[in-house]
């Protein structure tokens, strides 16, 4: 038995998902408080209890959480009962030994990597998956094992890859991080545990600098990478491209998704299926019909306002969510809803954050979720106040949104801001009756 701390969590409901479906009996504790990434637990049966130290028994092996603290009750007990303890990523180097993996990190773009990779693989050639969006399956019979692997304490130095993707290198969680050279130093480390090569996005400004022993290819846009997509057309259906694999023609590819990040997300699962020898026209085929990630540019339409959910929060993440919506809807206005995450991230790229919501028609912030950091290094305020026109919001104010009409409401947040979401799209359609 199998008993997760902390299984709602997204990489941890991931993973308890995964081990059900290897044959494994799987249970698990956290809040009550409902979260979307446990979906696939209770599709699949698995019991989720309240904390309680009652709740270890002998014979359990136990997977924490790393947002556990070494003080959580069950932590204590389960160290009283001398029981078997394994974070998250220890569980998660095991299964990265049983299959062909392919590991997907960088600062961002890994949940909709991840996404597509296992969209195509499942199809193409039998798949397992973990995606930081609570999603995991996985059956013993696949060979290929699609993994996000995240950077914060270097928790991807515990696996091994068959091919290690790189999708971008920035400075990020800032509260463990010393600088970018720190950061740089833990992709090069992660990128030389590749048991096969390293497929990086050449077009990012620090990629460029990682020396390692393993064969390293580059994909991107500019001429000199390994891999190239060419004849790029952005329009209101998606991205159309050719891919060049160097300087040979591999293909001609259709993404209905939008923005340069998402035509980068793919080239890099077209470069795995390269080097993997499937066809060309099979991988396109499968790709056309990718229609992303959870919680990642997630649409719901109500009359002519488009409401737009997406997990973004770090600047440059922002940026590229805003970009991808003006692509497609160039003639609405765009509205921002965003809620900040951590006070450390906040600090640092507080410019990054108000250059960039001021170029959207109206912001509203939220409140700063300050996560695993109590220092209030900074308020939604010190925002608000440097962006034109922005507002404050909380999750019952949802009556604050209903002015905007032709609109697209982007609900920008790693945090379940669902409430205020939801009861707008409630409100909305009810003055369309």
């Known amino acids: 038995m199998y008993y997760f701390i902390g299984i709602k969590g997204s990489g941890m409901s991931a993973l308890a998902s995964i081990l059900f479906d290897l044959g494994y009996e799987v249970s698990g504790s956290d809040v009550e408080t409902h979260f979307f990434t446990e979906e696939g637990l209770t599709k699949r049966g698995i019991n989720i209890l309240p904390y ?7 014979g359990m092996i136990v997977v924490r959480g790393n947002a556990i603290n070494d003080n959580h009750e069950e932590v204590l007990k389960a160290i009283e009962m001398d029981l ?32 597509m990779f296992a969209h195509v693989l499942e199809e193409l050639a039998g798949a397992n998956y973990l995606i930081g969006d609570g999603t995991g399956s996985a059956s013993r019979e696949n060979k290929y094992f699609v993994l996000e692997a995240c950077e914060y304490k270097r928790h991807f130095l515990e696996y091994n890859p068959y091919y290690a993707i790189i999708t971008n290198i920035e400075l990020d969680h800032v509260d463990y991080f010393k600088n970018i050279d720190d950061v740089i130093d833990a992709y090069q480390e992660y990128a030389d545990n590749a048991e096969k090569m390293a497929i990086v996005c050449g077009d990012d ?27 790029v057309n952005f329009t209101k259906n998606g991205i159309s491209f050719d891919v060049f694999v160097e300087e040979n023609y591999y293909g001609h590819f259709d993404l209905p998704l939008y923005g340069k990040h998402q035509l980068l997300n793919a080239l890099a699962v077209i470069s795995v299926c390269y080097y993997e020898r499937l066809e060309a026209r099979e991988v396109s085929k499968i790709l056309k019909t ?11 339409v109500i009359g002519e306002n488009v409401v737009i959910d997406d997990y973004a929060h770090h600047p440059t993440e922002l940026k590229v969510t805003i ?20 006070f450390t991230r ?7 954050y108000i250059q960039i919501l001021n170029g959207v028609d109206k912001a509203y912030i939220m409140d700063i979720h300050g996560s695993r950091e109590s220092e209030e290094l900074i308020t939604s305020e010190d925002l608000i106040k440097e962006i034109s026109g922005a507002e404050h919001i909380n999750l019952d104010e949802s009556d604050k949104l209903l002015e905007h009409e032709n609109a697209v409401l982007l609900f920008m947040s790693p945090n379940d801001i669902s409430k205020l979401e939801n009861d707008y799209i409630d409100k909305k359609s009810k003055t369309l009756e």
């Open 52 to 58: 309680s130290a009652d709740n270890l028994k002998e």
């Open 84 to 115: 078997t303890i394994h974070t998250y990523q220890e569980m998660v180097a095991k299964l990265t030994r049983m299959f062909k993996t392919i590991a997907v990190a960088g600062c961002h773009g890994k949940t909709s990597t991840t996404s």
């Open 205 to 231: 400004r620090y990629t460029h600098s990682l020396e390692i022993s393993k064969p390293i290819f580059y994909y991107g846009l500019d001429d000199d990478n390994d891999i190239i997509a060419k004849d």
């Open 290 to 300: 990718f229609e992303g990630a959870k919680r990642r540019f997630s649409e719901t």
């Open 323 to 342: 970009k991808a919506a003006r692509q497609k809807y160039e003639d609405k206005k765009i509205i921002a809803i965003f809620q900040p995450h951590t």
């Open 346 to 352: 906040t600090n640092e790229f507080k410019d990054d």
